[in-house]
């Protein structure tokens, strides 16, 4: 018998509060992550790809939140609260998107480490600051006897994100969710940070969803990639195959805007391609593809039909009218 996934995800489906009614963001995701993979959840802003993670984490108060979330063969969505903050950095962890907003300004560093630790772990302040010190030397910081009295905002940037990895890995979780962990970093800070996530999963073979709209970071990091759009999964699949052969033009449109940009054949800057027009409102529902008014290749089923997502070989996935038999993925 096959071992259950790391996190099984099925028909993941987040909608918020509002007066007028429940505003559905994330419209029946599922996807899996196993142990010492990276899968990556890529999208614009607004896609959903940061609700799809603190809905795991069971972290948005005005949502409610349907389907299963298995991990390890654990539902989390019927647990308590008091089992959940449990789950909450002892068996996944999260490196959220802004360290300097994530962290506790007026605590210094090293009390922030340790008590990611002693939640979690019945010990002593000693060995509370001995792991603390201990997780900074994991993640490169140095000097880290000095960088534990220091508080946030004496940090660089590159720093604060190694402090949120830190805290993130203080119990080991097996699954490790990194949302958009190098915005705002130069390259080589952004080259380090990469380095250390993969360094670490390989030491622990945790298991890693990566949420970026930085696809040289994808292929940088990532066994697989999940593209989302307006809530949905539009593809999914290895890295190599969608990058070399992407099937849904948004997929395309994505790729084809990360070009590098370069000196032209006539010594001017080319114009990098974009996708026209925008993504619809988040919740805004619509009776067929919600790529439609932006898609170079749409026919007039688009708009009548929301595409079915087809499941191929290998588990390559795509939900789009023009590959309509598995056999053609």
């Known amino acids: 018998?096959?071992?259950?996934?790391?996190?099984?995800?099925?028909?993941?489906?987040?909608?918020?509060?509002?007066?007028?009614?429940?505003?559905?963001?994330?419209?029946?995701?599922?996807?899996?992550?196993?142990?010492?993979?990276?899968?990556?959840?890529?999208?614009?802003?607004?896609?959903?790809k940061s609700v799809t993670a603190l809905s795991i984490l069971r972290l948005l108060s005005r949502a409610d939140v349907g389907g299963r979330i298995l991990l390890d063969g654990r539902d989390l969505h019927g647990l308590p609260e008091r089992e959940m903050r449990e789950v909450r950095g002892g068996s996944i962890g999260m490196v959220f998107q802004e360290p300097m907003s994530s962290l506790n300004p007026v605590l210094a560093i090293g009390a922030q480490v340790a008590e990611a630790f002693r939640l979690h772990h019945r010990s002593t302040a000693a060995e509370a600051r001995e792991r603390a010190l201990d997780l900074l030397t994991q993640v490169g910081i140095p000097a880290p006897a000095r960088v534990l009295r220091q508080y946030p905002h004496q940090l660089s940037g590159g720093m604060r994100?190694?402090?949120?990895?830190?805290?993130?890995?203080?119990?080991?979780?097996?699954?490790?969710?990194?949302?958009?962990?190098?915005?705002?970093?130069?390259?080589?800070?952004?080259?380090?940070?990469?380095?250390?996530?993969?360094?670490?999963?390989?030491?622990?073979?945790?298991?890693v969803i990566l949420i970026t709209h930085d696809l040289g970071v994808v292929a940088e990091l990532a066994d697989r990639v999940l593209v989302m759009y307006a809530g949905r999964k539009v593809e999914e699949g290895d890295v190599e195959q969608v990058f070399s052969a992407p099937r849904h033009p948004y997929t395309r449109g994505l790729l084809a805007a990360q070009a590098v940009v370069g000196a032209s054949r006539h010594g001017s800057?080319?114009?990098?391609?974009?996708?026209?027009?925008?993504?619809?409102?988040?919740?805004?529902?619509?009776?067929?593809?919600?790529?439609?008014?932006?898609?170079?290749?749409?026919?007039?089923?688009?708009?009548?039909?929301?595409?079915?997502?087809?499941?191929?070989?290998?588990?390559?996935?795509?939900?789009?009218?023009?590959?309509?038999?598995a056999d053609v993925l």
Do not use: W, Y
């Open 161 to 207: 994100q190694r402090v949120m990895i830190a805290i993130a890995l203080a119990c080991d979780p097996p699954l490790l969710i990194a949302d958009e962990p190098t915005t705002a970093l130069d390259v080589t800070v952004q080259a380090q940070i990469l380095a250390l996530i993969r360094s670490l999963q390989r030491r622990s073979n945790s298991g």
């Open 1 to 48: 018998m096959k071992p259950a996934s790391l996190l099984d995800v099925q028909d993941l489906r987040t909608a918020f509060r509002t007066p007028a009614g429940p505003l559905e963001i994330v419209h029946g995701l599922s996807f899996r992550v196993e142990r010492g993979e990276t899968l990556a959840i890529v999208g614009e802003s607004g896609s959903g």
């Open 269 to 325: 800057r080319d114009r990098l391609p974009e996708i026209p027009g925008a993504a619809p409102r988040p919740g805004a529902e619509t009776c067929g593809c919600a790529f439609a008014a932006r898609c170079p290749a749409v026919e007039p089923r688009c708009d009548e039909l929301r595409p079915e997502l087809q499941v191929g070989a290998g588990g390559r996935q795509v939900a789009c009218h023009r590959f309509e038999r």
